[in-house]
């Protein structure tokens, strides 16, 4: 199918794709993913769900894959409690998809070969350049280790498990009484008045006591510790190196040119002239037609085509031009102008046809000359082929050197600069690779990090790679010196330290200020005084609501959290900020506020979209408590 699809959705060339490591792509993790078989292939077996059972091998091969990338990213050893965790989430995986599977059985659901086709050709992993391509899609399997068959089957049963969720997604929705709800809370408003305590209005000028300092840093020590980092060596290979060194024969670019030979045709063009008496408010078809066979009677007595254009025709494009529409491909008559198209293509040079009736009116239509299509030759394509083909032939070559360097190091290659000097690399240095931030010139992608950071690289002072950074750079790793997390001497911190413990201190004094405040507040001190003794301005009460960006999100959030006051009775409430100091606030009433219909019906949407994305969580959890289930964990030892 996978063949069919592609002959019958595309006809795009496969201009330079190489498959560069390993698959990053749904297939890297397949077994853990896809669906489980629903026969006995072995003897063992990993699970029973509701009689049937999941083999052993499915689950064995599944995490196999898995295991050496969690490895990878523990460093090269698995905390046992971790790998029973992540045991056991691999085959309830694997239960879940069969208990969907049983179930979108037994309701009907099914997929045709027409959305499995679609489902297929949208699959981003089989495409090149946006486009769907049959030959990308049957190496991804093939690299992948899996046939079309396989792919097909259990791509049809997991949109025949999508079908399912969706329908339970789908199902969801918000009773009236719960949307009104909802759009007042949103909708509400509060009137609110406020004052903010800078930290800096309370900071001591009270030294901090040496003890403090050394209290903080022990109990904080995790902040300041130096990152890992290691001192690496590369080698680095580019495409643009192996690109100029590769040669492209005239023999490459005949036979290149031969497969794609149809993209080098050029269609016939036809330049033509016409004149439109259209059908508008002024003038029905009935006299539109009428007057269009009086232009052609005047056109057949020997008037000018241009001149009775410029007169009588309505197209303003054309009409200042004498009809014409200079020279165009048929491509370019669709839809609307179809038959006017089709009536020009079958005309003769120096032809009048017409009426023609399109959408838009009449047409009179004069053929002015052909230009017969032709195929560009190989020399006239060449500039356009060569850089396609030494492109293919450099990633080609570049997934060889890729190859024979790892068969080097596989056979314990002597040196890095020995495996640089046989293949053209460039040799580099990091000063300072750090874990979880990487390092300039080769970045931080996660590959590059589990290669430097591995057991192999750091205490067998292996080679690490070849490393692929993009599609186009391969790197060789070799560790000069690891170096583990340090806690910072005290003395380099303490500056650090001494700042943080003045900002809390200042930060608790404005609080226990705020706080007084509020007492004040409720024992009847109006705002304004109680503003005025701390030494602040505060603007007059008014109404916000829950998105107005005109105050502090902090304090907007405490707002809208606060318990609404009663008539005339105001709320009075002291709290921390988070960008430091504290907060005195009252919350003075509460209205309705505007709804808009537009931005509500948005949110109520997506929360109804939420709702549905639990329901279909809880069907299925739902489904696993109500199966009879046997699982054998021996599975993995």
């Given at each position: 199918m996978?063949?069919?699809?592609?002959?019958?959705?595309?006809?795009?060339?496969?201009?330079?794709?190489?498959?560069?490591?390993?698959?990053?792509?749904?297939?890297?993790?397949?077994?853990?993913?896809?669906?489980?078989?629903?026969?006995?292939?072995?003897g063992d077996n990993a699970a029973k769900v509701n009689g049937v059972t999941i083999p052993y091998s499915e689950i064995r091969d599944a995490w196999m894959q898995q295991q050496s990338d969690w490895e990878q990213h523990y460093g090269g050893v698995m905390p046992d409690a971790v790998k029973t965790q992540l045991e056991n989430?691999?085959?309830?995986?694997?239960?879940?998809?069969?208990?969907?599977?049983?179930?979108?059985?037994?309701?009907?659901?099914?997929?045709?070969?027409?959305?499995l086709a679609e489902a297929i050709r949208q699959e981003p992993a089989f495409q090149l350049e946006g486009q769907y391509s049959a030959a990308v899609a049957k190496l991804r399997l093939e690299?992948?280790?899996?046939?079309?068959?396989?792919?097909?089957?259990?791509?049809?049963?997991?949109?025949?498990?999508?079908?399912?969720?969706?329908?339970?997604?789908?199902?969801?929705?918000?009773?009236?009484?719960?949307?009104?709800?909802?759009?007042?809370?949103?909708?509400?408003?509060?009137?609110?008045?406020?004052?903010?305590?800078?930290?800096?209005?309370?900071?001591?000028a009270k030294p901090v006591a040496d003890a403090s300092v050394k209290a903080y840093y022990e109990a904080h020590l995790a902040d300041f510790m130096t990152p890992e980092y290691a001192d690496v060596q590369y080698a680095e290979l580019d495409l643009s190196q192996v690109m100029a060194q590769t040669q492209v024969s005239d023999q490459d670019l005949q036979s290149y040119y031969d497969k794609h030979k149809a993209e080098y045709v050029v269609p016939e063009r036809r330049h033509a002239q016409h004149i439109l008496i259209a059908v508008n408010a002024h003038r029905d078809a009935a006299a539109a037609l009428k007057r269009a066979d009086e232009v052609l009677a005047k056109l057949k007595a020997g008037a000018s085509f241009a001149a009775l254009a410029k007169q009588y025709s309505d197209d303003p494009g054309s009409a200042a031009q004498g009809g014409d529409l200079g020279w165009t491909e048929r491509s370019a008559f669709t839809g609307p102008m179809e038959a006017f198209g089709k009536a020009l293509f079958t005309m003769k040079a120096g032809e009048?046809?017409?009426?023609?009736?399109?959408?838009?009116?009449?047409?009179?239509?004069?053929?002015?000359g052909v230009e017969p299509g032709k195929t560009r030759t190989l020399a006239q394509v060449r500039s356009q082929i060569e850089p396609i083909v030494r492109r293919t032939e450099a990633n080609d070559r570049f997934g060889d050197i890729q190859d024979q360097i790892q068969e080097q190091l596989d056979e314990g290659a002597p040196s890095l600069a020995g495996l640089a000097k046989t293949f053209g690399m460039k040799i580099g240095d990091v000063a300072k690779f750090i874990r979880g931030k990487g390092g300039a010139?080769?970045?931080?992608?996660?590959?590059?990090e589990n290669a430097v950071f591995s057991d192999s690289t750091l205490t067998d002072h292996h080679i690490a790679g070849p490393v692929l950074i993009g599609n186009d750079r391969m790197v060789l790793l070799?560790?000069?010196?690891?170096?583990?997390?340090?806690?910072?001497?005290?003395?380099?911190?303490?500056?650090?330290?001494?700042?943080?413990?003045?900002?809390?201190?200042?930060?608790?004094?404005?609080?226990?200020?705020?706080?007084?405040?509020?007492?004040?507040?409720?024992?009847?001190?109006?705002?304004?005084?109680v503003a005025h003794d701390l030494g602040v301005t505060v603007e007059p009460p008014r109404f916000v609501g829950?998105?107005?960006?005109?105050?502090?999100?902090?304090?907007?959030?405490?707002?809208?959290?606060?318990?609404?006051?009663?008539?005339?009775?105001?709320?009075?409430?002291?709290?921390?900020?988070s960008t430091g100091g504290a907060a005195v606030m009252a919350v003075m009433a509460v209205r309705p506020g505007p709804i808009d219909p537009a931005r509500m019906q948005t949110a109520l949407n997506e929360l109804a979209t939420a709702y549905g994305v639990q329901s279909a969580d809880d069907y299925i959890e739902q489904a696993r408590l109500d199966a009879k289930v046997k699982k054998n964990l021996q599975v993995f030892d």
């Open positions: 996978l063949q069919k699809i592609g002959d019958t959705f595309t006809n795009q060339r496969w201009l330079a794709y190489i498959l560069f490591g390993a698959l990053s792509i749904i297939f890297a993790a397949w077994g853990a993913y896809g669906i489980a078989t629903l026969q006995f292939t072995s989430q691999l085959l309830e995986q694997y239960i879940r998809d069969t208990l969907l599977a049983q179930r979108t059985r037994k309701l009907g659901y099914r997929i045709n070969d027409l959305q690299q992948a280790g899996i046939t079309e068959q396989a792919y097909e089957t259990d791509l049809r049963q997991s949109l025949r498990i999508g079908q399912l969720q969706a329908g339970i997604r789908d199902s969801d929705f918000l009773t009236p009484d719960e949307a009104k709800r909802i759009e007042a809370l949103q909708s509400e408003e509060r009137e609110v008045e406020f004052a903010q305590l800078p930290t800096a209005s309370y900071l001591s009048v046809s017409g009426p023609v009736k399109t959408q838009y009116g009449y047409h009179i239509i004069k053929l002015d010139p080769l970045g931080d992608s996660q590959d590059l070799a560790d000069i010196a690891h170096h583990m997390p340090a806690a910072k001497p005290l003395a380099e911190v303490r500056d650090t330290i001494v700042a943080a413990l003045e900002k809390a201190r200042g930060n608790k004094a404005a609080l226990a200020a705020a706080q007084a405040a509020v007492q004040r507040l409720e024992s009847g001190t109006s705002f304004a005084t829950r998105n107005d960006p005109s105050i502090p999100a902090t304090i907007r959030a405490q707002l809208f959290s606060s318990p609404q006051p009663a008539h005339g009775k105001a709320v009075y409430q002291a709290f921390p900020l």
